[in-house]
């Protein structure tokens, strides 16, 4: 378990100090934050099909991805390690980019059916052999985290939403996708990498950026 010193910043002292909160922050640490996964939190991560990435680049500009996938798309391996994949993108790699330079990452895992979240904190590497990437049909490669902590938030701000159906566009169990449509956007063809190349006449042809957006707006992509 981390003491307050090691979990908490300079700065964050100084605000909790500010806001007559430095015993209350000292008992939140010593009572939800751990320095490892422990056993009742493992189902509730292992059972999200979406987590939201923060990491930061060597520079210091922060970003923060959605991460999508069939449940499970996270694995944890025993309390101190985590594995997740990364699927096909828009080719811009901010994530996978960052941690490359910059290995510190925070993961939200959130249920907003019950409602429910679990925060975990590590630092990251990245492999395109990973033994685990052989149960992610369709990644390009996969994210190991060496957890340095984990901790329940509190839900009471976490509107209540039902889930309706798993996005299409989870590879399935041979790694394949349906052919997005941002891909066939005329501006984009001469840009795309090779294994795309000529594939947009093949899925319906090219569209203009304005009737992706619309596609879009429409809940379409």
């Not at 500010?18 to 939140?28: E, F, G, P, T």
């Not at 985590?82 to 249920?111: C, H, R, T, W």
Request: charged share 25%; aromatic share 8%; net charge negative.
């Amino acid at each position: 378990m981390p003491t307050s010193d090691e979990f908490y910043t300079d700065a964050q002292r100084a605000l909790q100090g500010r806001h007559d909160s430095v015993k209350l922050a000292d008992v939140v640490v010593q009572a939800i934050v751990r320095d490892e996964i422990e056993e009742p939190h493992i189902p509730f991560i292992e059972s999200r099909d979406f987590f939201f990435l923060s990491t930061v680049s060597a520079g210091g500009e922060p970003t923060v991805s959605y991460k999508g996938g069939a449940p499970g798309l996270v694995k944890v391996l025993d309390g101190r390690t985590i594995v997740f994949p990364n699927y096909d993108g828009n080719g811009m790699f901010k994530s996978m980019g960052n941690i490359s330079e910059a290995p510190k990452v925070g993961l939200l895992f959130i249920d907003m059916e019950t409602p429910n979240r679990i925060r975990v904190q590590g630092n990251a590497t990245l492999s395109d052999n990973d033994p685990e990437i052989e149960n992610y049909p369709g990644a390009n490669m996969m994210v190991r985290v060496d957890v340095t902590a984990c901790f329940l938030n509190c839900a009471r701000y976490i509107h209540k939403h039902e889930r309706v159906s798993q996005s299409p566009y989870v590879p399935d169990a041979k790694g394949a996708q349906p052919y997005p449509s941002w891909k066939r956007i005329d501006m984009v063809q001469d840009a795309l990498p090779g294994k795309d190349a000529g594939r947009a006449e093949a899925e319906g042809g090219t569209i203009t950026f304005d009737g992706y957006v619309e596609k879009l707006m429409q809940g379409k992509s």
